[in-house]
């Protein structure tokens, strides 16, 4: 049965959408801040909707996608980063000439809606379209600052690798649907397990390219060269976009790819993840110490987050489903503190560089003095990534490292830790311009715009809540990562009685 | 509600009172500076207040864990069993003196940080965040919590030391912050190693105490944990190699961060060997001790040595601190009941004692801008008040009878000498160079001709003698009077897995 009501929060964000569109086609004259609000309000009604899908039987769409508490788990996500970061952006475009705002906020509906698709996706081609979607919907987002030529660059260098990493993915779906005959994530599940002989090299191939493929997604290093430049370039709230919806989306896809289709050959793609991890989080880390811009700060630093991340998906391989669960929720509910966490800084940050006009991490100069607010939330944020008690990134993080721990991965789980230890000098750099060093000029205190305080203040008592009662968003991430793993336990033994 | 539960709340007001202040003064404007100075008097008097009942309520004929609430916080999560995390507080002979020190230290602190003018709201914000940390690390029954509050009470450090310090504060600020957070990366290694081994899906550290000595941990998995458990609370402690952030740091701190820091901070180092190490891993405690033992002998003839040499007040104290805590770390190595009662006897002597000394040269330096020991001379005829309360730190530094650090000192020697006689006569070759650098910084700085440059400086103010009256007294009490410790501390220190008689 064709259940075309599974979709609806999406027909909300998409009608949202087209809407947005339409009015500052036919009605040019209208305040922009009106847009976004109106996108605010329709990633409300959008994520009041999400409400509803929650705790049902997983419910199948012609066995393309899948609604289950998984996928509901990233569309709340979703609506709520579409959320904050169209609200982030109401004040930030406000200073910008020449953008047109109505396609602005549309495209953060329609690559939210992409990132749903992406977690409910049970099939190939359904995966990649949903992910052609949100990446076409960033590379105009990243360069939508028409007349400055850092964003053209930034948006040129991120289509161009992009289109390259699109073409990877795709050559391994080839590959795969070649070996299995299916590209149904449950058929490649069931063909996999049933077949007499080793694993196939073309397979091996296969994934491979697709793991590189979703890696240039979630730039987990070496495929994360196009970041840093696409951060810079990128206004600020897209930065807040692309540092959160455009990795966890990653990580929907990877995570339900890897745990459902391909976890018969767990074996054989485990190490990738692992040396990934290794990679990603020492190169984000070590090169973050030397930038000198924020946003590339946070564009390396998000990478070395990114790498302790992929260390819960090598988990996924070397145990059995209850370990798959211990490391999925762990993950999970770290990128929940994470999202929560980024979008915090950028929020302060919007404010901070939209008085000071820099975006170098010098431009923070004696915060502490102009403006004591954002200097506790860029501080709060910043700790929280590093891991510090109070605020999320210490519950979080410690979650899903221990969610991660098994005889063979505690080594990188040690290399986490180390990792983390490292971020810890380059935040407190960052922390240094604003307590320890007097303003540049006269020390006036500013006033932050009203709904840039209002959300950085929530954010901030996110932060602490997450951190200090980890407890309910760490069920929630429980319940989301269930659904991966009922079905990989009853394929397990359904493959026991098969002989 | 039994008493003993009502006593639970005690030890929680113990933490809730420090953020409860830290909360309030976030919403004091900055410009009241006054308010902001009474509401810290206010929160520092009544710490101190439940301190003392904490300690004197704690039953020496009583179960090993008293005044416990235990409060499920996380629980059948993934990983994480029925009780998987719970805020589980208790008080044992052992975080009773702890306790007891921190409040006394705390109270101190708090007046002498009166005279700061810059910024002194933020200041005392982020002094009582540090100190919710030190009480929660010591009452903790609960790994994540215990490690929750230590890192908690690192955390404020940087901004303390790099704003409202002296002498090159920011480079001290830095060093020491990315030391202990390094050593404490080493304990989180060693926490998910802990917990995966154990495999019993909860944080509760009783039942992973348990998990440690029926074997469930292995005895290969402990010999490899527990270095990474004490060297990464050994950096808190000043274990040598590890010290060096020590001497910078405390040179560079506003004085009652030096207080704090010196008298109580460094203590956490300890009592995490403690419960960590000797507790939860007894098996690689027998193993490893006798490195321990080696590394603090080390340290504390280092550190004496170093104090001989140096001229700043700081520096001297800052090395004078690495060798006491050397002798800490050399009575929790003897493993037997009379040492590890002198360690723990020694962190609080050591604690009280430091915490005047650093009181005493902040109450100098306010006035006289150097800390160089050679510019001054007769400062006895000036300051005759401070004269006294130094000399009786530094009496009780070099371990006089009558003060606490001889009742710490001797037990620790007898402890070593039963163990490991040759370290024992190296421990007390130690105690003789303190006797030298402390005699020495008596002779140039209190006697002698007074050089006029400082005839103007004045004694200490009626704050600085009430917070040194505190202090002086612990350390007198503890010096004649020393059974209420030895039987608290001794009543848990009997039960420790793996220690002798």
């Known amino acids: 049965m064709r259940d075309y009501a599974l979709f609806i929060p999406e027909y909300i964000a998409c009608g949202v959408a087209l809407l947005v569109i339409a009015l500052e086609l036919f009605a040019p004259r209208l305040r922009k801040d009106l847009l976004a609000y109106l996108t605010a309000l329709g990633a409300v009604a959008w994520f009041a909707a999400g409400l509803a899908f929650l705790d049902r039987d997983p419910k199948s769409y012609q066995g393309l996608f899948i609604s289950d508490d998984f996928t509901a788990f990233f569309r709340l996500l979703a609506a709520g980063i579409v959320f904050v ?15 047109d705002q109505g396609e602005f906020y549309g495209l953060l509906l329609v690559a939210g809606s992409a990132m749903t698709i992406m977690a409910g996706a049970t099939e190939l081609l359904t995966a990649y379209l949903a992910l052609e979607v949100l990446s076409f919907s960033l590379y105009v987002l990243v360069g939508i600052l028409k007349r400055d030529l850092r964003s053209n ?6 289509i161009l690798l992009g289109a390259f990493s699109s073409a990877l993915f795709l050559y391994g779906l080839s590959l795969v649907y070649g070996a299995a005959g299916t590209t149904s994530y449950a058929g490649i599940a069931e063909a996999f397990a049933g077949r007499d002989s080793g694993l196939d090299p073309a397979v091996a191939v296969g994934m491979m390219l697709i793991l590189a493929g979703v890696g240039f997604k979630v730039s987990a290093a070496p495929f994360h060269m196009w970041a840093p430049d696409a951060y810079e370039g990128a206004p600020l709230p897209i930065t807040a976009f692309l540092s959160t919806l455009s990795k966890a989306a990653g990580f929907a896809l990877i995570l339900r790819l890897f745990s459902t289709a391909f976890v018969t050959d767990a074996e054989s793609w485990r190490w990738a993840f692992l040396a990934l991890a290794a990679v990603t989080m020492t190169v984000g880390n070590l090169i973050a110490i030397q930038q000198k811009n924020l946003k590339r700060l946070v564009a390396y630093s998000s990478i070395g987050q990114v790498g302790y991340m992929l260390i819960s998906i090598a988990a996924l391989g070397y145990g059995d489903a209850q370990v798959g669960l211990n490391a999925t929720s762990g993950l999970l509910v770290h ?39 954002l200097a506790l939330v860029i501080t709060a944020s910043l700790f929280s990534f590093a891991g510090l008690p109070f605020f999320a990134g210490f519950a979080t993080k410690l979650f899903m490292l221990q969610g991660a721990t098994t005889d063979e991965t505690i080594w990188i789980v040690a290399l986490a830790v180390l990792n983390s230890f490292i971020s810890l000098y380059y935040y407190l750099m960052v922390i240094r311009q604003m307590y320890l060093f007097d303003p540049l000029g006269e020390a006036v205190r500013f006033r932050v715009q009203p709904v840039l305080w209002g959300l950085a203040a929530i954010l901030l008592l996110g932060i602490l809540f997450i951190g200090m009662y980890p407890g309910p968003a760490f069920e929630f991430s429980e319940q989301a990562a269930k659904p991966l793993f ?3 336990s009853a394929a397990a033994s359904a493959r026991v009685q098969a002989p | 509600m039994t008493f003993d539960e009502g006593q639970g709340y005690v030890v929680l007001a113990t933490l809730v009172l420090p953020l409860a202040a830290a909360l309030i003064l976030i919403f004091t404007p900055g410009s009241q500076k006054m308010a ?28 090993e864990a008293q005044m416990n609430l235990n409060w499920a916080w996380v629980e059948n999560v993934a990983f994480l069993g029925p009780g998987g995390i719970s805020l589980r507080l208790a008080v044992d002979g052992i975080s009773a003196l702890m306790a ?27 002094y009582w965040i540090l100190l919710a940390g030190v009480y929660g690390t010591f009452f903790a029954y609960d790994l994540f919590f215990f490690f929750f509050f230590y890192e908690l009470a690192v955390m404020p450090l940087y901004l303390l030391i790099g704003v409202w310090g002296s002498t090159r504060k920011e480079y001290g600020a830095a060093k020491l912050t990315l030391m202990l957070v390094g050593g404490s990366v080493l304990i989180w290694i060693g926490i998910f190693a802990t917990f995966h ?23 290969t998995a402990q010999k490899v944990i527990f270095p990474l458990m004490v060297v990464g609370c050994g950096v808190l402690a000043a274990l040598w190699p590890f010290h060096t952030w020590s001497p910078d740091g405390h040179m560079s701190a506003p004085t009652a961060v030096s207080m704090v820091h010196a008298g109580v901070l460094m203590k956490l180092g300890a009592f995490g060997i403690i419960r960590l190490g000797i507790q939860l891993l007894p098996e690689g405690a027998a193993f490893w001790m006798p490195a321990l033992m080696v590394l603090g002998t080390i340290g504390a003839v280092y550190g004496a040595t170093a104090a001989l040499t140096q001229r700043d007040f700081k520096l001297i104290s800052g090395y004078s601190s690495v060798s006491h805590m050397g002798y800490v770390l050399m009575g929790l190595a003897t493993m037997n009941t009379i040492g590890i009662t002198g360690a723990v006897l020694q962190m609080f002597s050591h604690g009280v004692m430091t915490a005047l000394v650093f009181l005493m040269i902040g109450a100098l330096y306010d006035q006289a801008h150097t800390r160089d020991m050679k510019e001054f001379g007769g400062l006895g005829r000036v300051m005759p008040l401070w004269v006294i309360f130094y000399a009786i730190a530094g009496l009780a530094n070099v371990g006089l009878p009558g003060f606490s650090g001889f009742t710490a000192e001797f037990h620790i020697f007898v402890g070593t000498f039963r163990t490991y006689p040759v370290f024992g006569a190296l421990a007390i070759f130690a105690a003789a160079l303190a006797a030298a650098y402390m005699l020495r910084m008596f002779a140039t700085v209190f006697f002698g001709p007074l050089n006029p440059h400082w005839k103007d400086l004045k004694d200490l103010t009626p704050l600085e003698r009430l917070s040194g009256a505190m202090l002086i007294a612990s350390i007198v009490i503890m010096g004649v009077w020393w059974a209420p410790f030895t039987e608290r501390v001794g009543h848990t220190v009997t039960l420790l897995p793996g220690v002798t008689g």
């Open chain 1, 85 to 99: 970061v169209a609200l982030m952006s109401a004040e930030f475009l406000k200073r910008q000439r020449g953008v």
């Open chain 1, 153 to 158: 660059e930034a948006s040129l260098k991120y």
């Open chain 1, 335 to 373: 990128l929940v503190g994470y999202i929560v966490t980024t979008l915090a800084l950028f929020s302060a940050l919007t404010a901070a560089v939209s008085r000071t006009g820099s975006e170098e991490i010098a431009g923070l100069r004696g915060l502490a003095e102009t403006q004591p607010f």
């Open chain 1, 486 to 488: 009922e079905s990989a």
């Open chain 2, 36 to 63: 902001v100075r009474y509401i810290s008097a206010v929160t520092g008097a009544i710490l101190a207040a439940l301190s003392i009942y904490i300690f004197v309520a704690y039953q020496v004929d009583g179960p």
């Open chain 2, 100 to 126: 007891l020190l921190t409040g006394v230290v705390a109270f101190a602190g708090a007046l002498a940080s009166w005279k700061i003018e810059y910024r002194n709201k933020d200041f005392y914000i982020l």
């Open chain 2, 197 to 219: 081994q154990a495999g019993i899906g909860t944080f509760d550290l009783p039942s992973l105490w348990a998990a440690g000595q029926d074997g469930t941990i292995s005895a």
